[in-house]
């Protein structure tokens, strides 16, 4: 019988083969093989439909090219986990951790070198990462290119952006997989640094649906040391192929055994709503590195920005463009008269925080270097420690203590990163000395180092530096034009939130985002973590502050209130001026008491593209909120408040007025409050383009 | 009257125009013409030999390329300059700084754009630059080529290395311009990074020599925000062409108006020896921007470094070829029992240096990372702060202070200068905090950013930025495998010294330096300003380590002597072991004797590749200190002494004997002593290879 056993396991290990390895709930058949080249493929099926099929593993490396055939399995080992762990901050607050493991160890027998590939089969999907063990014969290397395929079953329905290197702030396109073309029917002349490879090249997270009727979410997690993986769409045979940021070499990491590439990951399901209930990304991510977590805290913010984006204010003091931060003399420029971040504008700020209980101002425009910032690929733009004149830190942080608010340091790089690092020291000792304490960064402009991209190794590594660095200091982090979230958050609880994608801001001074817009981010940059949108425009026309300014926000205001609930972030921006909320304080209401942390969530209807409606329980009451958005069509939902605990409820509507409309009536709501328990259900209308805000606050 | 001043005025800027300007000794004439394109051409002579032929000077731009024709005349300014400064330290107190200036400033028609080019014609050469002023309609902008060009009188001999973006680490060629050829000849394995562009490129300073007697040399002086000058040969028509350092795509410089270049420099004379008495760099670099100099001093020093050269000691600790800075066990590795920078070693090289009153000691290899430094373009090599578990920085730095001797930090980057640049607080709080009070900086490898070089802009400013820092923490500078100098240690006086050439090291473990090289070096590379060349090595022969090893250093032993003089730098190493100086105390004490700050210079006789023979009077004291040195080629001189003051002096006179020869007999000296005056002659010997040193001990 023991013989027996040993024959089958060496017929196992040293011939081609395929055996099934499942989910715990047993929906999901993983299997893998070799072929007769050596070369290895997996395959996932969800209830006998194919997810993906037969497709390569593997890797080109710089030297000795071929790290994708002659392989052998040496063995497999399996491992069942089951944990149920404890979020620092989030869209809940614990999250089962369940899954089958796979570890397959491949011996390249041509090279006598060794790669493990390790699966994770969850009840929502697969992970599957390689890991480089330390060994004799492979100590450093250069990966050329990575071979990772998603075979697709067919010419599913994408929500996609293009593949670029450099920038995520795209709308989406929708369309079949056979249809993916960057250089068609896109609007991107608003992007301001672009490097697209090809027109077949597009990004993650991407959302597909298959006519047989699965929703697939293709990503990864944990990005660290690696660049940014993009899929490359064989439309004839609907394979994608893993296409990773190169450097100016064209090579794409620079690694040193042991490594594990991030993880690359399929999310599935037959309903939509459980693809945004998914929490395989945060499950793929290490835990906390951050030991005392007790100092991170969400936060609702309001600040100096949205003025600038509308041109009522500027960032910079004077108008020139030709300076020198080293050189020039800021004290005694000539002032434009449209500076945005006084002393005395953020004093009014920080009151109306105070007053409405925001937790922080941001301040953008402080710092010298904004005249002559952007567009010359310059190195020395800013410096991060010296005020305009205008500009009184110590007084500004004087006042934000004794009101309580916190501030939020503002440090723009113009993508000139060497010069960031150089300085990061000083930056740092400056913002702890003025008590701020969460920096927003931004990466707006070509990256120096020349030649490298927001996306490529080298930039991923620089992220992760800033997060380390602030983490050490006690200081969370809101990137912007940064790499987008691979669920790192739960890793660095300190990294709060990313921009890394199009945000609301695009709608004050361009085409704009499209009403489809806000349905479609939570299926795809979401799945990766929180994004900082900035909803919250009450003054919704442009119109308003010049009468040339024909642009808009693609929405309702209503639809800006429901945002506070569909796009989830720990550190939350009101965007709009605090003027505007004072016209509208009913509607304010909302924004003001929205929490920024959750317990529980409930997707309660969604359909990417078309509309989402979710329900939201608060970390640190009973109270619930909801939000509903659509696309650019009117919607009606009759809603079930079974999401509800028990007891009674004042729910107060914050919903499109009748003759509300995106384009047309965008400013027009109506506000209603009635008594509800969970046994009820709440109709609610949902205008063109519109939206819908609901608070419970528990009685 | 008047009238025709002005006709003849408006004749002169408009048409094409020919004038002479002349240095103050009226022996240089300049003269400069537009032809009918527009373009900008130079022309030097001196007594009426041309130097320099009709050249063009120019741009080439990224954009709007053209920055080279269609210019006019605009005005021409002239302005006589004469002054006496005094140096910080250096070869001599004090240098008059005299030159007649021409300032051109140049209009392109076509574009609307202004260029300046400033000539200054001094007594010994001319200095030549581009302004690019401040103006409307030239803010911005990427130089794609220099056009400046040396149009030779005829096929000159050239003392010349290879143009090489990364290293100037070679031996030196002597052949005719027509038949520069880096293909050719050159044994240069031994060099780590390479970066040749072409066979026909060659590097500054270079030094010429022309069939009608004049000696010349072209370099540049005072390089800043600009990348390194290499010369491209027409071996036709011995036109030099600028080629300046590229950025991996290519690109030069990165600009902002107002902007100046680099001096292009032509020292020419008669005589080689005043050629290696100029100071036409240094007049040519600004005066100090440091304003308390009162902490830099000069030193003499000895270190933990030849042992690991010759095998004896190792830079690393324990053998590994896979670690992280961050996560290897540092404290708790195998050590290889050869690690050189132990606490005990280091305080026995401090007792060394207190007892024979060298004013520093540089400990190599005390940090941990050396394990598995180099050659991987990795990123994370060093972290300049961790000794390793034998080193106690305490104990040594309280020890160095109890003695008197200062510490020379050791910095080796490995090229990974993002690294570099962001542990540099830390670094430097470092050693301050451990009464470091110099770096000596070392960048073996290829540079990350990767697709930087040494020599590019990028580079260059790192450089500077480095030298700025230490400057605010009062810590001196003595750059390895950095760019070479131009004269900037006149700004920059805490940057003693560099490398930046083929030093000493190469006799350890490679096929050497020949006979002529230290014959060569003060022509070349020594022009733009003092090398650590680490000259004093007495046991010359490696087998005396390991019988295996054949090589040797290419010098007898007098020759290492008289190097102190001949070689200048101001941080001026005793290379070899304490325990051979021990072996020879009669030759050492020259050593101990010899300063590295002087009052005066007198270059007595001087051939490039042939000879060398250099008087300098201490600047602390009335003695003189003589060096002698020569080719693979026997040689006597008949000194006169009349280079002496009044008085008396004991001259001690450290021989070659008979018998020596570099390669048969390097160990054999004889030490003679007598008293002189300055109408007295000396007659010395210089061995095949051989030198001659002598102390005047004023009495």
């Keep these: 019988m023991k013989k027996l056993l040993l024959i089958a396991l060496i017929l196992f290990l ?52 071929d790290f994708f055939s002659s392989f052998e399995i040496e063995n497999v080992k399996e491992n069942y986990f089951n944990e149920k762990w404890s979020t620092v901050w989030g869209e809940v607050d614990s999250i089962l951790n369940q899954y089958n493991e796979v570890k397959v160890t491949l011996k390249q027998v041509s090279s006598n070198r060794f790669l493990i590939i390790t699966f994770r089969i969850f009840n929502d999907g697969l992970g599957l990462r390689y890991d480089f063990p330390k060994q004799e014969n492979l100590k450093y290397f250069i990966v050329k290119d990575e071979l990772t395929e998603f075979s697709l079953s067919g010419n599913h329905k994408a929500f996609w952006i293009p593949g670029d290197y450099d920038s995520q702030e795209y709308t989406y396109t929708t369309s079949k997989l056979s249809e993916v073309n960057s250089s068609k029917g896109l609007s991107f002349d608003d992007i301001i640094v672009k490097s697209i490879p090809g027109n077949n090249f597009v990004q993650t997270p991407l959302m597909l649906k298959s006519d047989d009727g699965l929703y697939i979410n293709i990503h990864e997690a944990a990005l660290l040391d690696y660049p940014v993986m993009y899929l490359e769409v064989d439309k004839q045979n609907f394979v994608l192929r893993t296409h990773l940021c190169p450097d100016v070499f064209g090579n794409k990491a620079y690694l040193q055994t042991p490594f594990n590439t991030p993880w690359r990951t399929i999310i599935v399901s037959e309903k939509a709503e459980k693809i945004l209930e998914s929490n395989l990304i945060l499950n793929l991510n290490e835990p906390s590195k951050i030991e005392d977590v007790s100092w991170i805290k969400p936060q609702k913010y309001i600040g100096i920005w949205w003025g600038m984006h509308v041109g009522l204010y500027s960032w910079n003091y004077a108008d020139l463009d ?45 710092n010298v270097g904004w005249e002559d910032w952007f567009g010359h690929w310059k190195e020395d733009v800013f410096d991060f420690i010296t005020p305009y004149p205008d500009f009184d830190v110590e007084e500004v942080s004087n006042y934000s203590k004794a009101k309580s608010v916190n501030l939020i340091m503002h440090h723009e790089t113009s993508a ?23 920096i927003k960064t931004g990466y707006v402009g070509r990256i120096i180092p020349r030649g490298e991209h927001h996306d490529g190794q080298w930039m991923v590594n620089h992220f992760t530096r800033v997060l380390e660095k602030a983490a050490k200091e006690k200081i969370c982090i809101d990137s912007h034009e940064s790499v987008r979230p691979t669920g790192l958050h739960r890793t660095y609880p300190n990294w709060l939130s990313a921009e890394a994608s199009r945000g609301n801001e695009f709608n004050a001074w361009s085409e704009g985002n499209p009403p489809e817009h806000e349905t479609i981010l939570p299926f795809t ?6 994004m900082d949108y900035t909803p919250g425009i009450f003054q919704l026309r442009m119109d308003y502050y010049s009468p040339e300014n024909k642009f808009q926000v693609h929405t309702t205001l209503a639809k800006q209130l429901a945002l506070f609930v569909i796009m989830y972030s720990p550190v939350q921006m009101a965007a709009d001026l605090p003027e505007n909320y004072e016209r509208f304080p009913d509607a304010f209401q909302f924004i003001v008491d929205v ?59 914050y919903c499109d007025s009748n003759d509300a409309n995106w384009k047309t009536n965008p400013m027009s709501y109506k506000i209603e409050k009635r008594f509800v328990t969970n046994s009820d259900k709440i109709k609610i209308r949902l205008a063109e383009g519109g939206g819908c805000a609901i608070s419970f606050i528990k009685k």
């Design 14 to 65: 040293k011939s081609n083969f395929s055996q099934n390895y499942s989910s715990p709930d047993s929906n999901f058949q993983l299997s893998f093989s070799t072929n007769e080249k050596g070369e290895f493929y997996y395959q996932l099926k969800y209830k006998d439909k194919f997810v993906v099929k037969n497709s390569r593993l593997g890797f080109v490396m710089n030297d000795n090219g």
């Design 525 to 530: 940059r979401l799945i990766g973590g929180p």
């Design 595 to 653: 929490p920024v942390n959750w317990q529980k969530k409930k997707v309660l209807s969604a359909e990417p593209g078309d509309f989402i409606v979710i329900a939201r329980k608060d970390r640190n009451s009973d109270n619930w909120f909801l939000g509903a958005v659509t696309d650019e069509n009117e919607r009606e939902f009759n809603l079930s408040l079974g999401f509800l605990d028990e007891g009674n409820y004042e729910a107060t509507l």
């Design 416 to 438: 000139s990163v060497t010069n960031y690092e150089r300085r990061l020291d000083e930056a740092f000792r400056f913002l702890k000395n003025y008590n701020y304490n969460s």
């Design 322 to 366: 030709n300076t020198r931060i080293e050189t020039t003399d800021w004290q005694n420029l000539k002032p434009n008269g449209k500076h945005g971040a006084t002393t005395e504008r953020t004093k009014r700020y920080i009151d109306f925080a105070a007053k409405y209980g925001f937790d922080a101002v941001l301040i953008e425009g402080w």
